[in-house]
């Protein structure tokens, strides 16, 4: 009379895990400080690295004219701090592209000579504009302010000329584009770094704190002892999950005080959706930590395996930086996949845009709600209950 | 009323035959002690008999519980105590107890009531607001013994409980399991030291993953196929040379200025005393298990 008695599950048991991870927690002074200081410090020192707003592009400029128009000019491309001539002295081609060539300068400008004498002949200046390619984002934008700059210089010249034929400008007929960019008026890079950067440092920080937590076990032994218990893998994994999600969720706290107070990133939905977004977030970031830590065998494994498995597709193929739409079909594909993508345009969109709800965001809440499911399921069903 | 059962019961890792058609037969009440050196299979057999491990081929029935498919059911009704320190070092001992009988369900009043006799049995309650990594090795025993007992389980497994604790810690958990057994508590034991064979009711000597003899130690003993001898001798290193030349001698062992000598028959017996003479102090002593097992694996 043998009997396949499979034991019953009881979620009673999630309650004295939750207490031990706590003790855990609190006991581990050190590794506490870690988890709570160690977003800031990161967010902090990141989003100053961060910025796309490219200023203080190092400029050679040759100048052949060597007059006081083209010294006027000089003086434009550094007046609004975007370019910073480099040694102003170097006046010399050869000096200046040797400077190119060992990166002193990204960009050179070339004065023809004969210049004020061909403008005041009502004659067409061509200026030479030469950027690095080795460094095409700088360059390129770095050439968009070099244009700009020649612009502005050749209208104020025509206004000066219309002027003197005693011709008013304002009777001149012009078409002009009016651009108005909302939510971000002043198009601040902080305001679209800051919230990127702290979904990315969360995704890292959670899924790290969670990789940790199974195979400590297993390394300090106390996993034998665990597995010889009626204690199931689900409540194991949910009572250690509910513990990070507190610790986390005290983490998204601080990061978004940082935010707004330090960064001065505006704050314009409401605290519930984030909250909302957080959790869900934090449940898959958290699940997927786990599933980490009970496939590998040591806790180096687990770091590694996090840094790696977090790192890079949060940062490169989340949206953080590059536009997921320009990207060619499969890593769009592949991007799907990746939780930070969906907590980045969520945290975005909620600090920036002030009738931002859960409801607006639908889909990507949809899609961490399935990742963190399936996250934690399979990270269960991974936990093996014997010692093989 | 037999509560464990195992036929036939077989186990590899990779190339290596931990476990080699294993037949145990356990009864409710008994203190059954795997006795055998190290690498015997002695971890993996018990391992198997808890649920942790899958075995590969044979039959186990725990308390009528088929093993692996009810291993979460037979779970629930035993305690299992391993052979490294397996409970959370930055944990008080309260604390560990605490969360073992809270996995277990047991109520706080409950708890409280079977913690007071088991704490004074242990003599840990002084102890209880310490963290367990701060604890000797013997009361980190006698605290993992607490968290395997807490929920009152049937049979009560123990790998190599005694194995680096001093020899007074290693008494005391011994008589802290005569107690545990007294009540009525069924333990599978291991240990590679011969002398707590004579703590168990019954013994099965494994070596290389089977199992070479099973019996009570006192049938063991007595059915020890040779006498075993003591002798003091006057000049030791002489009668060293005169055993070793001797064929009827089965073993023999070198104690400090004593030796031990077992030898096939009662001729042998007299044989050995006449020729050694009386400066050899020869006298007849009982057996143990070891010489036992010596023999065992020796034929």
Known sequence: MTSTDKGTRNFKRIKPVFIKEVLHIVRDTRSLAIALLAPVVLLVLYAYAVTFDIKRIDLGVVDYDDTAMSRELTAKFTANGYFELHRASMNSMEACVEALRINKIKMIIVIPPGMSSDVKSSKTVQIQAIGDGSDTNTVSIGLGYANATIAQFSRSLLLAQVRSRGINPKSMPVIEPVPRVWYNPDLKSINFIVPGLSAIIMMLISALLTSLTVVREREQNTFEQLVSTPLKPLELMIGKLVTYIVLCLVDVAIIVAVSIVWFKVPFRGSVLTLTVFTVLFLFCALGLGMIISSSVKSQQMAVIGTAMGTLLPSILLSGFVFPIDSMPAIIRGISYVVPARYFITALRTIFLKADADIASLWVEALYLFVFGMFFLIASARRFRKDLE | ?299
Not at chain 2, 268 to 283: K, L, V, W
């Open chain 2, 1 to 299: 009323m037999e509560v464990i059962s195992v036929t036939g019961l077989s186990k590899s890792f990779k190339t290596v035959k931990a476990v080699d058609s294993l037949d145990i037969s356990v009864q409710q009440g008994e203190i059954y002690g795997l006795i055998g050196p190290d690498g015997g299979g002695k971890t993996t057999t018990l391992r198997l008999l808890c649920g942790l491990l899958l075995p590969e081929s044979g039959e186990i029935t725990v308390l009528d519980r088929r093993l692996p498919e009810a291993a979460e059911g037979v779970k629930e009704h035993i305690g299992y105590m391993c052979q490294r320190f397996s409970l959370y070092t930055d944990l008080t001992v309260e604390e560990n107890i605490t969360f073992f009988a809270d996995i277990y369900g047991i109520k706080k009043q409950e708890l409280k009531e079977r913690l007071k006799p088991l704490l004074e049995m242990t003599r840990l309650e002084p102890f209880k607001d310490r963290l367990a990594g701060k604890l000797s090795g013997g009361m980190k025993q006698k605290l993992a013994l607490i968290c395997t007992l807490i929920h009152r389980p049937q049979i009560l497994f123990l790998d190599e409980p005694t194995t680096g604790v001093d020899p007074v810690s290693r008494r005391e958990f011994w008589e802290i399991l005569q107690s545990i057994h007294t009540e009525g508590v069924t333990i599978v034991v291991t240990t590679p030291y011969m002398d707590e064979a004579e703590q168990c009711s019954r013994i099965g000597l494994m070596f290389k993953g089977k199992i070479i003899a099973t019996d009570t130690p006192k049938n063991l003993k007595k059915n020890l196929n040779g006498i075993v001898l003591e002798a003091h001798p006057a000049f030791a290193a002489d009668f060293r040379e005169m055993i070793k030349a001797c064929t009827y001698i089965t073993d023999w062992q070198q104690m400090g200025e004593r030796f031990r000598v077992v030898v096939k028959d009662e001729a042998s017996a007299a044989d050995i005393t006449a020729a050694a003479g009386e400066t050899a102090n020869i006298r007849r002593i009982a057996a143990s298990v070891e010489d036992v097992f010596v023999q065992k694996i020796k034929t």
